[in-house]
């Protein structure tokens, strides 16, 4: 495949952007591709590994003549590493993110984007609990959506040439306003996390029941929370302080949803819970139908050999 882009600098090399760098040398979709970490760690992994062509010890060096610029760092960081790049940044270059909210990644970056390069939030609603150069793989975007959220006279054709890079990695792509995308992740990714955080937390805090009670009896839906709870804590520490807002709603609607089901189950209304267990199972049909997860029992897992 012709390259989309000639040079493309990654700044942050964990999953999502080893996974991308992966999925770009698989599809031949960059000529060449420089890193930059803030951990020496990372950097040499991504040598090691290869998926980067070049690893720099600054965020400044690893931009300079790059045709697209990857913020792929915590949401808290992007401002400090924005102001970093903004003067090194080559004229009619794309900037783009992949953090899970939008509206606060755009007031720290936007204002130091010099101009005639177009910045194009971004949100690859895509990952696992691993995190860490290591973890990435070129897979990882496929059938998967990744979500822009562009600013009103945004450089159509800037907005047009990365979409097909998203594309070309397998992803789905739509655009959205930013208040929205982050309202919806909200509903979707951020409170669902939060709450497989306290559920977690209340069995640790349960000492009638042991660890290895907890560990040894996990059923299929504590042992999902855990999954979902092992996630890099400092990348959800920033989201949840970033979309205050929209996660603060959301879990006020859920409080009020979970104070019913109490009622319910004080009073013996079978009736209520089984209704509200059908509607809740129809929304699962809906994410397998669309093909954001497999129906294959125990939710496609590998078994282990029992013998």
């Known amino acids: 495949m012709t390259p989309i882009y000639d040079r493309v600098a ?12 992966h999925a770009m ?16 760690e990372s950097r040499a992994a991504a040598l090691e ?13 690893a931009v300079a003549g790059a045709d697209l610029v990857v913020l792929a760092v915590p949401v808290c960081a992007m401002g400090p590493i924005a102001a970093e790049i903004g003067p090194h940044l080559a004229p009619g270059a794309t900037v783009t993110d992949v953090g899970s909210v939008k509206q606060a990644v755009i007031e720290a970056v936007a204002p130091h984007m010099p101009p005639g390069v177009a910045f194009i939030p971004g949100h690859p609603i895509a990952g696992t609990e691993h995190s860490g150069p290591r973890s990435g ?15 009103a006279g945004t450089d159509p054709a800037a907005v047009a040439r990365f979409r097909r890079l998203c594309e070309a990695m397998g992803a789905h792509v739509d655009e959205m306003d ?3 995308h982050d309202l919806v992740l909200a509903v979707t990714s951020h409170t669902p996390h939060l709450i497989a955080y306290t559920m977690v937390g209340v069995a640790d805090d349960l000492r009638r029941v042991t660890d290895s009670e907890v560990i040894k009896y996990s ?12 996630s890099d804590p400092v990348m959800w520490r920033d989201v949840f ?17 979970l104070f019913a089901l109490q009622r319910a189950i004080r009073l013996g209304d079978g009736q209520h819970l089984q209704d509200y267990f059908t509607r809740t199972r129809a929304i699962r049909r809906g994410i397998v139908e669309a093909g ?16």
């Open 10 to 21: 990654l700044i942050g090399l964990g999953l999502i952007a080893s996974s991308m760098a």
């Open 292 to 307: 954001q997860d497999t129906d294959a029992p125990d939710f496609g897992r590998v078994k282990l050999d029992a013998g």
């Open 178 to 180: 930013a208040a929205h």
């Open 137 to 151: 793989f070129a897979t990882l975007f496929r059938n998967r959506w990744w979500l822009l959220t562009p600013a």
């Open 49 to 61: 590994i290869g998926f980067c062509d070049t690893v720099h010890d600054s965020a400044a060096a």
């Open 219 to 230: 059923a299929a839906g504590f042992r999902d929370f855990t999954r979902i709870a092992a």
């Open 241 to 257: 302080l970033t979309n205050k807002e929209a996660t603060l709603e959301i879990l006020g609607r859920f409080t009020e949803e």
């Open 25 to 40: 040398k698989a599809q031949g979709l960059a000529r060449e591709i420089a890193g930059h970490a803030k951990s020496a």
